[in-house]
């Protein structure tokens, strides 16, 4: 079984930084891309930013600049350092990650976290 458990999320004012992290847990061989989703209420769920096993991270046009996601393999685990939040960043935000299990069949799946609400408000 594997695990994806968010954590970092809250209540911030316009302007300030939230640090969510996702660590994955469980029978893993390997972990390949890495993303960061969110959706707001009434809205689908968008890719805010994948990130490659090497690093390489593809933002969404409406956080460049602000959003820098990072991964620490060693740790299975990745991070959203996000900055000069705004009111239209508030939704609940998802890790996902494609993941080799380390038992049969080894076949790649995606998993998901349970989410972590991001609110922007003052």
């Known amino acids: 079984q594997v695990l994806l458990v968010e954590s970092g999320g809250g209540l911030v004012q316009p302007g300030g930084s939230l640090r969510l992290s996702c660590a994955a847990s469980?029978?893993?061989?390997?972990?390949?891309?890495m993303g960061w989703y969110r959706q707001a209420p009434g809205k689908q769920r968008e890719l805010v930013v994948g990130i490659t096993s090497s690093g390489t991270a593809n933002y969404a046009d409406s956080v460049k600049g602000r959003f820098t996601a990072s991964r620490d393999n060693a740790n299975n685990t990745v991070y959203l350092q996000m900055n000069s939040l705004k009111p239209e960043d508030t939704a609940v935000y998802y890790c996902?990650?494609?993941?080799?299990?380390?038992?049969?069949?080894?076949?790649?799946?995606?998993?998901w976290g349970q989410g972590t609400q991001v609110t922007v408000s003052s």
């Open positions: 469980g029978n893993i061989f390997r972990i390949d891309g």
């Open positions: 996902n990650a494609d993941i080799i299990p380390i038992v049969y069949p080894y076949k790649r799946n995606s998993y």
